[in-house]
């Protein structure tokens, strides 16, 4: 049996084949309306989600299959103060497969050491959000028809988000890619990141400051919100949190062919006049978000 605690659990090929498979998944859907019939899948979701919890449900039921979980700790004796372990072992004679979201950074781990089921990780505190990550691999793939040989813009909150380090830990596998490291000064990259991920491996990377600075050499440019919730006050949130807005106007510095992504969701980073230049992809990179999760079912329930 197979979870997905972290984007390394899969290597390169293992992935080429699941892009391959989401792609085929969004061109063939019907040929897929039954690989999962009469299986469940369980969402445990102790943390806020729209995209993550609904495209993973989305993904079960366009699989033939149901779903049924939490989407908050207090809907579930967590509240009683039940252990993520135990939950887990009784949630494993419910479904046949888990996807969990929790704040406390190592839960998914914990969670798939007792587990009689796959268990995916849908994101642990500032840790990791894997099946994000293969969202934004597959976007990239999809929309560039490559995942190397390109300079990748990350912007906004390096420190807490999440979905900057799996795509980081994801993209220095592929040859030829730069990043450009997009933040104010306190919320840089953990030192972590920095030495044991990107210095260690030879990846090359600048830090800047300024957007306008980067944007012109950038082929993706990774926009991302301030991490609210991970802010310990509220007054350093409400200084960082407007620190970089993408306008109409500074993406005249960009190329016309890069492309913009972003998690979601969005607060005030990127303009909503953006949303109608063709080079904004995020919105489809949301509905890549449910291909992907479908490869992803499928692809651990046969490896169970
Ligand atoms: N991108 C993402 O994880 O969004 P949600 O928090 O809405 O799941």
Redesign the pocket.
Known sequence: MRHLISPLDFSVDELDELLKLANDIEKNPKNYAHACDGLKLATCFYE??????LSFEAAMLNLGGSILGFSSADSSSAAKGESVSDTIRVISSYADICAIRHPKEGAALVASSKSGIPVINA?DGGHQ?PT?TLTDLLTIYSLKNRLGNMTIGLCGDLKFGR?VHSLIHALIRYPGIKFVLISPEELRVPDYIREDVLKKNNIPFTELERLEDALPDLDILYMTRVQKERFFNEEDYVRMKDFYILTKEKLNLAKEDMLILH???RVNEISVEVDDDPRAVYFKQAQYGVYVRMALILTLLKWR
């Open positions: 806020p989600s729209t995209r993550t919890r994101g959000h994000q979905t998690p979601l969701p």
